[in-house]
C-alpha cells in the first residue's frame, strides 16, 4: 500500500534559525495537505497543495508540492517558540480520497 | 469556525466494557472520519463515513464498529475494550473529498 515518509522524525532549532520538514510518498499524490499539532492538543490544518510544482505562503511558512506529485516540503523562516510542535503532511493517492498521513516531524524550537 | 466536538477528554474503561465515543460536529459536513493517533505509529484510519448511514473500514477497523444515524453525529464502538485499545482517539470532518480535515480535541481512552 502507499506510504509516506516524513524527514526528520524530531528537530531542534534555536529560535530564529530556518526549518524544514520533508514528506514522500511512494505513490503519485492528488493533493498534499499539511497539519500541525501542538503539544497535547489535536492537529490542525494548514494548507492544501493541488498543482504540480506549486508553492503557497503563510507569513513565515512556505510550502512546496513537487512536480512529480510524490513529494512536499514545509520550510518555516525565522522560528519563534510559538512554531513548536509535530507538523503531519497528509496526501491521497490518485484515485482515491482518503489521505496517508506521515508519522510527523516534531520541532522543537530553544529559546 | 467549525467545530468538532468529542464527548469526553479522558476516559477509563475496564477489559471487556463496551465503550461508546461520541464525536459531532456542527457545520453539516458530509464525511467523518475516526483515526486512532499513537506514539511513533501517527494516525491511522479506523472507520470513515462518507454520508449517513454510510460506513466504510479504514486500515485497522478489528475490534471497532461505527454508527452514523444523523449527518452530525458519527459513533466509534469498541465492541468488548482490550488493553492494546488503550490510545487518543481524534475524531475529524470535512465538506467533501476535495477538503482538509477539522479535528475534535480527542478523547485519550485507557482500558485497563
Known amino acids: 500500500g502507499q506510504q509516506v515518509m516524513q524527514i526528520p522524525q524530531y528537530q531542534h532549532v534555536q529560535e530564529g534559525e530556518d526549518f524544514t520538514t520533508y514528506c514522500n510518498s511512494s505513490?503519485?499524490?492528488?493533493?498534499i495537505q499539511w497539519y500541525k499539532q501542538r503539544p497535547g492538543g489535536h492537529p490542525v490544518f494548514l494548507i492544501q497543495?493541488?498543482?504540480?510544482?506549486e508553492v503557497k505562503k503563510q507569513k513565515r511558512l512556505t510550502f512546496q508540492f513537487g512536480e512529480a506529485k510524490k513529494n512536499s516540503s514545509l520550510h518555516i523562516t525565522a522560528t519563534q517558540t510559538t512554531d513548536v510542535g509535530t507538523y503531519f503532511c497528509?496526501?491521497?493517492?490518485?484515485?482515491?480520497?482518503?489521505?496517508?498521513f506521515g508519522r510527523g516531524t516534531s520541532l522543537i524550537v530553544h529559546p | 469556525d467549525v467545530k468538532v466536538t468529542q464527548s469526553s477528554r479522558y476516559l477509563v474503561k475496564r477489559t471487556g466494557e463496551k465503550v461508546f465515543l461520541e464525536c459531532v460536529q456542527d457545520?453539516?459536513?458530509?464525511?467523518m472520519f475516526w483515526y486512532r493517533q499513537d506514539p511513533g505509529l501517527g494516525l491511522r484510519l479506523i472507520y470513515f463515513?462518507?454520508?449517513?448511514?454510510?460506513?466504510e473500514k479504514g486500515d485497522i477497523p478489528e475490534g471497532y464498529s461505527v454508527s452514523r444515524e444523523k449527518k452530525e453525529r458519527f459513533s466509534l464502538i469498541l465492541e468488548s475494550a482490550s488493553t492494546n485499545q488503550t490510545s487518543m482517539y481524534l475524531c475529524?470532518?470535512?465538506?467533501?473529498?476535495?477538503?482538509?480535515?477539522?479535528f475534535g480535541s480527542g478523547t485519550r481512552l485507557t482500558v485497563v
Open positions: 463515513s462518507y454520508d449517513v448511514k454510510m460506513k
Open positions: 497528509a496526501g491521497p493517492p490518485g484515485g482515491s480520497y482518503i489521505p496517508t
Open positions: 457545520m453539516d459536513h458530509e464525511n
Open positions: 497543495l493541488v498543482k504540480s510544482g
Open positions: 475529524a470532518s470535512r465538506p467533501g473529498t476535495h477538503y482538509g480535515y477539522t
Open positions: 505513490t503519485t499524490l492528488s493533493n
